[in-house]
């Protein structure tokens, strides 16, 4: 049981370029989550799904692109990276609302975009 | 529009010590609220969480408290040690339970 996993771990684009980033948990969960983090700042929500074939944006989607094909992976895209897209990006899985259901994390992506 | 603050920003203090975190959100309106924990270049990992009918948990030394109309929470923390120290994050969820806002947390610093 690995959890909540992200690929890759680091990554250094240029301004113009694209990529993915890739989410995967084997907790079968319901609900997952693309969160952006920087400096002296809370994690703000990207984009989240919940369930597979579905997505939603969250509270900072511009520039961001997501699919849900499986339920176990969540990968989210970035069409022509920006430096204000310079973060930490943490995925999260939690199961269906409803209980005392918890999120859990993945140890997160560091982009840097020059 | 839900918006969380956190006091202190950060906080240093001698092994031992009771401390107080708070959080404070806008909305009251919250499904559950989760304090969360983070050690640097990590991810998050959870603590406590509190549902809308409760009032407080507790686990092991950490125990939450929640006022949901006054839009407060505060995490305490008995007799810290230096493995407490770390960035102590909370998030309400919305009342559909599912998105959580997350405050800019709260860096702690334990000195032996």
């Known amino acids: 049981n690995a959890g909540v996993t992200q690929t890759p771990k680091f990554r250094v684009l240029k301004t113009g370029q694209s990529m993915t980033l890739l989410c995967a948990q084997d907790m079968n969960h319901e609900y997952m989550y693309w969160y952006r983090q920087d400096p002296g700042m809370g994690l703000r929500l990207i984009h989240y799904?919940?369930?597979?074939?579905?997505?939603a944006k969250g509270e900072v989607p511009d520039g961001y692109n997501v699919s849900r094909l499986k339920k176990q992976n969540f990968l989210l895209g970035l069409e022509s990276a920006a430096p204000s897209q310079t973060s930490v990006y943490f995925c999260a899985s939690r199961p269906t609302s409803g209980g005392p259901d918890t999120q859990y994390f993945g140890p997160g992506t560091r982009l840097t975009v020059l | 529009k839900q918006e969380v603050t956190q006091i202190p920003a950060a906080l240093s203090v001698p092994e031992g010590e009771n401390l107080v975190l708070n959080c404070s959100f806008t909305?009251?309106?919250?499904?559950?609220l989760q304090w969360f924990r983070q050690d640097p270049g990590k991810g998050l990992t959870s603590l406590l969480l509190i549902q809308s009918s409760q009032r407080e948990q507790t686990s092991g030394r950490l125990n939450a408290s929640l006022d949901k109309s006054s839009g407060r929470s505060t995490l305490y923390i008995a007799a810290s040690q230096p493995g407490d120290s770390a960035t102590y994050l909370c998030?309400?969820?919305?009342?559909?339970?599912?998105?959580?806002?997350f405050g800019p947390g709260t860096r702690l610093s334990v000195l032996p």
């Open positions: 998030a309400p969820t919305d009342n559909y339970g599912q998105n959580f806002v």
């Open positions: 799904s919940v369930g597979e074939g579905t997505t």
């Open positions: 909305d009251s309106a919250i499904y559950n």
